[in-house]
C-alpha cells in the first residue's frame, strides 16, 4: 500500500494510467500556463493516455476551448474538455423533456455574463425567489463569499425545499478537518443547514466523474487518475469513483514555490491533514509536470 507520496512529476506514475481527468484553471493555468504543463500535455499525447480536461464554470465548453487554444494549447492535445456548466445545463434540459418537470421555473444567481447558457428558452426563468421551482447558481461576489448571511433569496428558498442545482463548489484554500475556507461550498453548506437540497454538478460530485469515466471509456476505471488542487473534495470525489486522486501544490494546494524546501513543507502539511482526514493513501506532486520543477 502507498503512503502519502510525493513524486517529482508525471513521469514517475504514468505507468498507472491509461486516462486522466485535469482542472484547467487551477492545474494547467488561468490567465497564462503554469510552468510544465503545455510539456505534460504533450507527453501524455505521446504516451497515448487519454485526458478530460475540467472546467468549473458556468461557461460552455467551447469558450473553454477558445481559451487552452489562446494559451497555446491545441484541442489535439487532450479528449475532451468538460464544462461543469454546461453539464448542468443539459441535464436540466433533458430534464424539462420530462412531465414531472416541464413547468418548472428557475431563479437563476449569476452575473449578466454568466447566463448565455441558461438564456436560450428551454428552462424558463423568474425575476423573483417567490415565483421560483428551483434555484440555479452561476456565480457570487467575493462579498457573497465571505458573508453568505447577506443572499436574500436563501432563506426562503431553502425554507421552501427548492432544489439548488450547482455548477461549483470551489473552496479557496486548505483548511483543517471540520473548518471550511471561503468559496461557493460555504453557500452550499449552508443552503443544506437551513435545510434545502444541493444538486451539484461540479467536484467532488459523482454526476461529474461518471461524465468522465463515460468519456474516457473502454479505460478501467481502476487506470483512471484524477489531477486536482483542492483538498479534500478532489481526494474524496475521485476516491468515491474508484478513481485515482492526485494533488498537486499549484492553485489551491497551499504550495508557495517549489525550492526543496518549499516542497518538504507542503509535503508535511498535507501529510497532516491527510491524517486528520483518515487520509493514509494519496500521490502529492508539487505541479503539473512531466518532471522536476526548478
Not at 105 to 133: K, N
Not at 164 to 188: I, N, Q, W
Amino acid at each position: 500500500m502507498r503512503a502519502i507520496v510525493p513524486v517529482s512529476g508525471l513521469s514517475a506514475i504514468i505507468d498507472r494510467f491509461d486516462g486522466l481527468i485535469i482542472d484547467e484553471g487551477s492545474i494547467i493555468g488561468h490567465d497564462a500556463l503554469y510552468p510544465g504543463a503545455l510539456d505534460a500535455l504533450q507527453r501524455l499525447k505521446s504516451a497515448e493516455v487519454r485526458t478530460v480536461i475540467l472546467a468549473a464554470s458556468s461557461r460552455n465548453d467551447q469558450f473553454h476551448i477558445d481559451r487552452l487554444a489562446a494559451l497555446g494549447v491545441a484541442p489535439e492535445l487532450y479528449d475532451r474538455l468538460l464544462s461543469t456548466g454546461q453539464l448542468m445545463q443539459q441535464a436540466l434540459v433533458a430534464q424539462s423533456l420530462g412531465v414531472a418537470d416541464a413547468s418548472r421555473r428557475y431563479f437563476v444567481v449569476a452575473s449578466p455574463e454568466e447566463t448565455a447558457l441558461f438564456d436560450q428558452g428551454r428552462l424558463p426563468r423568474v425575476a423573483g425567489i417567490a415565483e421560483a421551482d428551483a434555484v440555479i447558481l452561476l456565480t457570487l461576489t467575493g462579498a457573497e463569499i465571505e458573508n453568505p448571511e447577506s443572499l436574500h433569496w436563501l432563506p426562503e428558498a431553502a425554507q421552501r425545499r427548492l432544489p439548488l442545482y450547482a455548477a461549483k463548489a470551489d473552496v479557496r484554500a486548505l483548511a483543517p478537518r471540520g473548518e471550511l475556507p471561503p468559496g461557493f461550498a460555504t453557500v452550499l453548506s449552508l443552503y443544506r443547514a437551513q435545510g434545502g437540497e444541493v444538486l451539484l454538478y461540479g467536484k467532488p460530485s459523482g454526476r461529474l466523474y461518471a461524465r468522465c469515466l463515460n468519456i474516457l471509456y473502454p479505460a478501467e476505471t481502476n487506470r483512471i487518475g484524477s489531477i486536482g488542487d483542492q483538498f479534500p473534495a478532489d481526494v474524496f470525489g475521485a476516491r468515491g469513483m474508484g478513481i485515482e486522486p492526485i494533488l498537486v501544490g499549484s492553485g489551491a494546494g497551499g504550495l508557495a514555490g517549489h525550492t526543496a524546501a518549499e516542497i518538504d513543507a507542503w509535503h508535511a502539511q498535507m501529510t497532516g491533514l491527510c491524517e486528520s482526514y483518515g487520509i493514509f493513501e494519496l500521490t502529492l506532486m508539487p505541479g503539473f509536470a512531466w518532471g522536476p520543477l526548478h
